[in-house]
């Protein structure tokens, strides 16, 4: 009994002289642990922001948390609230609000837009930054906080608001191994929960490890797709290949002879 | 006129040549070099309306008969009234005169000259009510202007303190009496030569026939010049004894009566021919003197912070909502907003506090410290936008990105997130700007509010030295200001903004 959470068709986005993404299509299951991957510079962050309406695009459809993202100018934002709603995302440099403390961060929308009590707002956001192990930096504000702690509390903050979909971009790229397993366990406990997490990531080991399915994208389009270990195992698409070959541990692919 | 630059070029090189600068100072001077303020008009000193280029007025004929019998040129330099005693102190000039009033703290501090002059202090008021004001005592809670630094505003303290008037000093002597026509005041005590003068200019006024003092004007030397000092009584008395300063001031229309018999008793009395006239202000040590005016420093020093704070809380809320304006807002909006600051801060802001309390005054008749505080505040909210608006756009885009995907809507992502952060960004930048207005609002005194600048003036021309009252004002300033800018780094320290 499959329920299509995010569903992209034909999605086109470019930049002055550049396309980013030409027609483009992807599906996402409830319940699924989707890792998108693909070289740097090929548009897994624009594909996220632009599901999150901060990009607009050219052509094609976005139907997510029972909102219709079309081509042209973004929509206002008092349109967006099932989306806002319904999709958390967590940026690669968090983007934490500096003037307030980690709980501060995770309570602002619960209260503003929620509408949730203060101290309802701040139990569960206690409650979330502990099962995420940074409680005890509550009080600290984004610039005391190291990396990973900065990339918990902003994973609270995107689950402050109970979102079905949860958008990470590149979550591992600064985490050292003890870490990125940590996360894969957090994440793995959130999708157990009920949760839809789409992951934009260049490390095929801790897909290989944590994800359900694999997208691969190159060129602007998904060229390649499915179950997580028949992709990176047997898959004989080129683009695949050459991602794979890349050294995961350094979170980077090699630079293209 | 195309050969000018040349003759200078010439002249000049002849200077550097000829030993000719050295040679001015060994040679006698000829030239008596007198200091007076043509802002004070006719018929003290005037610019001619002919020939601008032309000095006119009684005391400029003065200067010119004292430096005739003195075998010299008369040169006139040009000095601020308030400033002359200050001016003639640092040699700028050898006698101040014009309009100069006998003071003792004058007397006392500088070589005076008899007086050649004696005038009345009479009361303005307004045409219809002059037979309800026609005394200081008639004036009990009533405003009454004159110009700041006179024997006719002394005499207002005083009234102050036994009529209960209140007294309005004003940086000139034209604007008390416009002042009064448009009923911001409800009379004014000068001297009658500019009482006279302006019921002329002004239709609506009268003048009181009862003066309500004497006074008498002088010339002021530097207190070492007593030789040329007594040679200039000698010329005065005897230019009262031959009928030349009576001819003088029948050509100027100040003869009477009343002249004529003061200067019978100057040539019978001697040198010290006023030496005894009743007078506000006792004579009085320093350590006195600062005993007196220190609760008026202190009370001015009131104003400067009250206004100082009013202002900049119209400057902060002025300021921000013209920023959000510029960042957010329309086209047109946005070009409205940009020629209000720019005009604001291209223009003087004496200039529009002048425009605002004076050439308003026609269409809305604001109180002086109304008038100061708006245009402070108006003013500096010019500044302060430009701050909020640079710190508004200095807020990294992330932070508004993460905002709007949690649902904010676009006020609560200004409200609780952007402003936020661009206040903390603003607060050095504003911290400076406070200090600036702390200073900057000792420029109301133009428009009559007396603040500690202009009180600490007043005390300095009343003892006649500017080093106690200008360090115990400095002290004053500076105990507002310094605890601001630790505050301010306080702050700064505690809200550091860094996004990682």
């Not at chain 2, 202090?121 to 307004?126: A, F, K, P, Q, S």
């Not at chain 2, 106690?468 to 601001?484: F, I, K, T, V």
Request: hydrophobic residues 45%.
């Amino acid at each position: 009994m499959n329920e299509t959470v995010l569903s992209i068709a034909g999605l086109r986005l470019s930049r002055p002289g550049r396309a980013l993404i030409s027609g483009l299509d992807l599906c996402v299951e409830r319940g699924e642990f989707v890792a998108l991957m693909g070289l740097s510079g090929g548009g897994k962050t624009t594909l996220l922001r632009a599901i999150v309406a901060l990009e607009p695009f050219e052509a094609g459809l976005i139907q997510v948390a029972g909102t219709c993202l079309r081509p042209g100018p973004l929509p206002a934002q008092s349109q967006l609230g099932g989306l806002r709603r319904g999709v958390g995302i967590v940026f690669q440099f968090h983007h934490l609000f500096a003037h307030l403390t980690a709980l501060e961060n995770v309570t602002l929308a619960p209260i503003h837009v929620g509408h949730v009590a203060r101290e309802a707002a701040e139990r569960r956001a206690r409650e979330l930054l502990e099962s995420l192990g940074v409680l005890a930096r509550a009080n600290a504000l984004p610039s005391q906080l190291s990396g990973g702690e900065a990339q918990r509390v902003a994973i609270a903050r995107a689950l402050a608001t109970d979102p079905a979909l949860l958008l990470l971009d590149e979550p591992t790229a600064s985490l050292d191994p003890a870490r990125r397993e940590e996360l894969g366990a957090s994440l793995r406990m959130l999708q157990a929960n009920g949760r839809t997490l789409l992951v934009t990531t260049h490390d095929h080991a801790f897909v290989r490890q944590f994800a359900s399915r694999v997208a691969i994208l190159a060129d602007g389009v998904v060229v390649d797709q499915g179950d997580t270990a028949h992709v990176l195992d047997h898959s004989r698409h080129p683009a695949t290949r050459q991602l794979l070959q890349s050294t995961p541990r350094a979170g980077r692919p090699s630079p293209a002879p | 006129m195309v050969a000018t630059p040349l003759v200078v070029a010439l002249s000049w090189s002849g200077l550097l040549v000829t030993p000719s600068l050295l040679a001015q100072t060994s040679v006698p001077r000829v030239e008596l070099r007198w200091g007076g303020d043509a802002e004070g008009g006719a018929p003290f000193v005037e610019a001619d309306p002919a020939n601008p280029s032309v000095l006119r007025g009684f005391d400029v004929e003065v200067a010119a008969l004292i430096a005739h019998d003195l075998g010299m040129t008369p040169r006139f330099v040009q000095v601020a009234w308030s400033s002359i005693d200050a001016s003639v102190a640092r040699g700028d000039f050898d006698i101040g005169m014009s309009g100069v009033e006998d003071r003792p703290a004058r007397r006392r501090l500088f070589a005076v000259t008899i007086p050649y002059f004696e005038f009345r202090e009479i009361l303005t008021v307004r045409a219809a009510e002059r037979q309800r004001y026609s005394t200081l005592a008639s004036l009990r809670g009533r405003r009454v202007g004159t110009l700041g630094g006179t024997q006719a505003y002394e005499m207002l303290l005083e009234a102050e303190s036994v009529h209960g008037v209140l007294p309005v000093s004003y940086d000139d002597d034209v604007h008390p009496y416009t002042d009064l026509a448009e009923g911001r005041l409800d009379a004014v005590l000068l001297d009658n030569i500019i009482a006279a003068r302006s019921v002329r200019r002004t239709p609506g006024l009268a003048t009181v026939d009862a003066p309500a003092g004497t006074g008498h004007y002088v010339g002021v030397l530097a207190p070492q010049q007593s030789t040329l000092r007594h040679r200039v009584d000698d010329v005065l008395r005897a230019a009262m004894a031959d009928g030349r300063l009576e001819q003088i001031y029948r050509r100027w229309n100040i003869w009477d009566a009343q002249q004529a018999a003061f200067f019978r008793r100057t040539l019978a009395s001697g040198a010290a021919g006023t030496q005894g006239r009743a007078e506000a202000a006792g004579p009085g040590g320093l350590l006195e003197a600062t005993r007196r005016y220190l609760p008026a420093l202190l009370k001015a020093s009131l104003i400067t912070i009250v206004l100082s704070c009013l202002s900049m809380a119209l400057a902060v809320t002025v300021g921000i909502g013209v920023a959000t304006g510029r960042v957010y807002g329309g086209a047109w909006p946005r070009r409205a907003l940009t020629a209000y600051v720019e005009a604001t801060r291209g223009t003087p802001v004496l200039l529009q506090l002048f425009v605002l309390y004076y050439g308003l005054s026609s269409l809305v008749r604001l109180p002086a410290f109304v008038a100061a505080c708006v245009g402070l505040g108006v003013n500096y909210a010019a500044y302060e936008s430009e701050i909020y608006r640079g710190a508004l756009q200095a807020v990294p885009a992330g932070q508004l990105e993460a905002a709007r995907t949690l649902g904010l809507s676009e006020v609560q992502t200004l409200r609780l997130v952007r402003g936020p952060q661009a206040f903390r960004l603003a607060l050095a930048p504003m911290t400076n700007d406070f200090v600036a207005l702390l200073k900057d609002s000792s420029l109301v005194s133009v428009i009559t509010v007396i603040e500690l600048t202009k009180q600490t003036s007043i005390f300095a021309a009343n003892i006649g030295s500017w080093i106690l009252p200008g360090s115990l004002c400095a002290a004053m300033y500076l105990a507002m200001s310094l605890p601001l800018s630790r505050l301010a780094r306080r702050l700064e320290r505690r809200w550091q903004v860094t996004e990682r």
